[in-house]
């Protein structure tokens, strides 16, 4: 299986948090206006066919998906060169929750190339200086990430969280991937 993940397609990589609902108190809860409710959030980077490869830590809910990227995303790159992975020259496609300087800035460092839609709120004016680089046509292959959280979001004990402990969780992230990658 490590040696059919190593082949998989990692010239385009997507990056995306998923919040799930918690229904007793657990590690990593907080309070997220938009689900009205208590929830939990996981970062999952996937492949180019929507793999799930790599997974940031479990982070309370009341955080964006910037809060602590750069640690998280360093932490899931070692994860991946640690099985062998060759992620330099990637793409690493991210929706424009994602813009910030300095997580572009971290993936640049790992010799990767960010695609990342450019935020404009809270924008007044138009960016000055060079155009930042997005290929549309690489994003909208982004889809399969969708898919992939549409898969992970069937599994019950995942889309709604009765786990208290973020180690259990995680390891239902872990037999979710699992499955996916057979469906696949």
Same mark, same amino acid.
């Given at each position: 299986?490590?040696?059919?993940?190593?082949?998989?397609? &990692?010239?385009?990589? $997507?990056?995306? *948090?998923?919040?799930?609902?918690?229904?007793?108190?657990?590690?990593?809860?907080?309070?997220?206006?938009?689900?009205?409710?208590?929830?939990?959030?996981?970062?999952?980077? &996937?492949?180019?066919?929507?793999?799930?490869?790599?997974?940031? *830590?479990?982070?309370?809910?009341?955080?964006?998906?910037?809060? *602590?990227?750069?640690?998280?995303?360093?932490?899931?790159?070692?994860?991946?060169?640690?099985?062998?992975?060759?992620?330099?020259?990637?793409?690493?496609?991210?929706?424009?929750?994602?813009?910030?300087?300095?997580?572009?800035?971290?993936?640049?460092?790992?010799?990767?190339?960010?695609?990342?839609?450019? $935020?404009?709120?809270?924008?007044?004016?138009?960016?000055?200086?060079?155009?930042?680089?997005?290929?549309?046509?690489?994003?909208?292959?982004?889809?399969? $990430?969708?898919?992939?959280?549409?898969?992970?979001?069937?599994?019950?004990?995942?889309?709604?969280?009765?786990?208290?402990?973020?180690?259990?969780?995680? $390891?239902?992230?872990?037999?979710?991937?699992?499955?996916?990658?057979?469906?696949?």
């Amino acid at each position: 299986m490590a040696s059919l993940l190593r082949n998989s397609h &990692t010239e385009k990589l $997507n990056l995306d *948090g998923t919040h799930s609902l918690v229904k007793k108190a657990a590690q990593s809860v907080a309070y997220q206006y938009r689900k009205r409710g208590r929830t939990s959030n996981i970062l999952v980077m &996937t492949d180019g066919k929507g793999i799930p490869i790599a997974n940031g *830590g479990i982070i309370s809910g009341n955080h964006n998906d910037l809060y *602590g990227i750069v640690p998280q995303y360093a932490s899931m790159v070692r994860q991946l060169r640690a099985r062998g992975f060759c992620l330099e020259n990637s793409i690493q496609n991210a929706d424009k929750g994602f813009d910030s300087k300095s997580f572009r800035r971290a993936i640049q460092r790992r010799k990767m190339t960010p695609n990342i839609v450019e $935020n404009l709120r809270n924008r007044k004016r138009e960016k000055r200086g060079r155009k930042r680089d997005f290929n549309q046509q690489v994003y909208d292959q982004r889809f399969v $990430n969708e898919r992939c959280f549409a898969w992970v979001d069937s599994f019950r004990t995942l889309l709604v969280r009765f786990d208290t402990l973020d180690e259990s969780w995680l $390891n239902w992230h872990y037999l979710a991937f699992a499955l996916i990658l057979l469906k696949v």
